[in-house]
């Protein structure tokens, strides 16, 4: 297990408070604002850890309302909406500073057995025909802000290999869909559903509303282009674990009103479709000035 994988893992080991209050920890990894994917992992870590072993989160739905600061550790507050025989509800309100800064509602239920059927799975190379993602040029790198630079020039917990590369300093105009291979960069040794649940929902925030801006040639690196998370949704499906390659297969329907709307479809490399994502984020062009 690589350090960055063992740094996730602790960030998603929540400190319990009360029954129902939990506390995280926060990670700067480059972004200006704690980092949508920890939120998300966090608060379905939290829930998790309030309903019976024999329930599976199967959907969640989240709204970001402020960003959250780096420096402080986030309080998540657990609200046991209902226990049904099948179903259980979770609401989780993230804090900070006095202030809510995340809502989430996530449903869990027993195992069923029922009618199945899947898309099936994109024709793309698979991950060891296809390239590592490489570092940027430390020239290149020298140029960009301080916190993009750590940002890039980081060590993450994850490996991602891209079907069809972009250059995000360049970035040309295309349209929008992308097929992103990922998993974590060391091996978990447990194979706990709720945990690998928790370090999917953490990874699905990347990639996703990036792909809303492929058809406009505008990259989150541009100091005129204003991103951010506003809502996110994921529903789990198969059995999976995030220490083996997934592909993310990812599509943007439509952008307007500085907002833009993108899907996700996450699929184990033998084809099975594990997770579906959507999320809409702001996609705000500033002027220069």
Known sequence: ???????????????????????????????????????????????????????????????????????HPI???????????????????????????????????????????????????KPDDLEPVEPLPPEELAKLPPKLQRWFGRSGPYEFRHVYPRDELNPPKRPPFQQVWFRLTGRVPEASPPLHRALLAYSSDFH????????????????????????????????????????????SPTAQGGRGLARGMIYSEDGRLVASTAQEGLVRMRSEG
């Open 1 to 71: 297990m690589t350090s960055a994988v063992e740094e996730l893992l602790s960030l998603l080991q929540l400190e319990r408070l009360e029954d129902n209050l939990f506390r995280g920890e926060s990670r700067d990894i480059g972004t200006r604002y704690v980092f949508g994917g920890q939120v998300l992992g966090q608060a379905l870590s939290a829930a998790q850890q309030t309903v019976d072993a024999d329930r599976n989160a199967h959907s969640l739905h989240a709204y970001f309302l402020r960003a959250g600061d780096i420096e």
């Open 208 to 251: 996703l509303i990036g792909t809303t801006m492929f058809p406009h040639g505008i990259s989150f690196l541009q100091r005129n282009v204003q991103v951010a998370s506003l809502d996110h949704a994921m529903w789990f499906h198969r059995p999976f674990r995030a220490d083996e390659w997934l592909l993310y297969s990812c599509d």
């Open 75 to 125: 309080v998540y507050n657990v609200e046991r909406t209902r226990d049904g025989g099948s179903f259980s509800v979770r609401r989780v309100t993230a804090i900070q500073h006095g202030q809510p800064i995340f809502n989430f509602s996530a449903s869990f239920q027993t195992e069923e057995y029922g009618v199945e059927h899947q898309l099936p799975m994109p024709a793309v190379p």
